[in-house]
């Protein structure tokens, strides 16, 4: 199968002023149309069998290298957009409040650890609330890994490369990442991922 740039389900300056058109277009158009492009050029000799970016993904980390690298950030990536929404932020309805308020105690409380988590990630990488063995965690990744590699089942995840927040943000992580939950994310993304799991 071949790598394909993902069109945005909205436009680039839609999701102003938490992340602007400029950011977007560098993020989108340039860091991860590079790793869909570097990552076809070694798919043509990687003799990999997969149907869905999924398996893919789960194969190419067998491999590693070069390879897995492009390929899991073009997942990331595709992931990231879906996880964003110009009517996103606030808190979650339904089954999905329902189990964070279970697993976290209430709201407040996994957004203080979804922070956390993307404060701590020391470098380049992912912070995720992901459904693992039927309770939901909040996982960080470095580089191109993610929770399918782990067994996990991803629901939303937040950049925390600088190139995601450096625009708009320069060195305030923790204010993109305020910024991301209570303007951007995507819950019925995430909703729909939970009822998947």
């Known amino acids: 199968m071949k790598l394909e740039l993902p069109e945005l389900a909205f436009a680039k300056d839609a999701l102003q002023p938490h992340m602007s058109a400029t950011t977007l277009d560098f993020h989108h158009g340039k860091h991860h149309n590079a790793y869909v492009t570097k990552g076809n050029e070694l798919l043509d000799s990687a003799n990999l069998n997969a149907e869905t970016l999924e398996e893919l993904v789960k194969a190419s980390a067998k491999v590693g290298g070069a390879l897995f690298n492009n390929i899991g950030q073009h997942y990331n990536h595709s992931f990231f957009w879906n996880s964003l929404s110009p009517q996103g932020g606030g808190a979650p309805t339904g089954p999905l409040a329902s189990k964070i308020d279970a697993d ?94």
């Open 104 to 197: 976290f105690g209430n709201f407040d409380n996994f957004k203080k650890e979804f922070v956390a988590g993307g404060v701590g990630q020391f470098g380049s990488g992912w912070v995720w609330l992901v459904a693992d063995a039927g309770k939901l965690k909040i996982v960080k990744t470095a580089n191109a890994e993610c929770p399918l590699t782990m067994g996990m089942v991803p629901l939303l995840v937040c950049d925390v490369w600088e190139h995601a927040y450096y625009l708009d943000y320069q060195n305030r992580r923790p204010d993109f990442l305020s910024a991301f939950l209570d303007h951007l994310v995507n819950w019925d993304f995430a909703a729909a991922n939970l009822a998947k799991a």
